[in-house]
């Protein structure tokens, strides 16, 4: 018989919510991987064009791991999520407090689900999802009726959109690896 390691003391009602947000977390990932097809290929070798890869991509860029970042213009956690973002979503995905932004497990599940709901908004198109997530819905919906012309986009969601392509400054190494792997 294999023994186990002891689970940290949690109280019943810890327990429940715990389980409860791993299953939803867990639900909400599968669920959106086999709903969604992500139809752009990124040019050169990258991370595989998946739901969790691209995750994995966005947290490597907006807090190289660290879950106590903010950016410059406030954005917040592993994700990267600005506050008004988080209280206001939109697009079905469930809002967080903003005291929660910098909870590795609540903030990398909402920024999962936002970059979900993007990547069903734009049809899969990882490039259009990543300039959504950078950049705003209404910006990128503006910029894609336009022609989607990456030199029109900001130089820095430009060089999110390189990185994920394995070019420029934000090529995410190979052997990076998300805070709490």
């Not at 973002?85 to 995905?93: E, I, K, M, R």
Request: hydrophobic content about 35%.
């Amino acid at each position: 018989m294999e023994m186990m390691e002891p689970m940290p003391r949690q109280t019943p009602a810890e327990m429940v919510q715990s389980t409860a947000n791993e299953v939803s977390r867990q639900e909400m990932v599968q669920s959106t991987a086999n709903k969604v097809s992500l139809k752009a290929q990124p040019a050169s070798p990258t991370p595989s064009d998946d739901l969790a890869s691209l995750a994995r991509y966005v947290e490597y860029v907006e807090s190289s791991g660290n879950p106590k970042a903010v950016s410059r213009v406030g954005a917040a956690g592993l994700m990267g999520i600005m506050p008004a973002t988080a209280s206001q979503p939109g697009f079905g995905v469930d809002p967080i407090r903003p005291a929660e932004l910098f909870d590795p497990q609540k903030n990398r599940a909402f920024g999962e689900q936002y970059l979900a709901a993007m990547l069903k908004r734009y049809n899969g198109n990882p490039e259009h999802a990543i300039a959504a997530y950078n950049w705003g819905v209404g910006n990128t919906d503006k910029w894609i009726r336009r022609g989607a012309k990456l030199a029109e986009l900001p130089s820095d969601t430009q060089a999110y959109i390189r990185g994920w392509r394995g070019e420029g400054k934000h090529r995410m190494p190979k052997d990076w690896k998300r805070y709490g792997e």
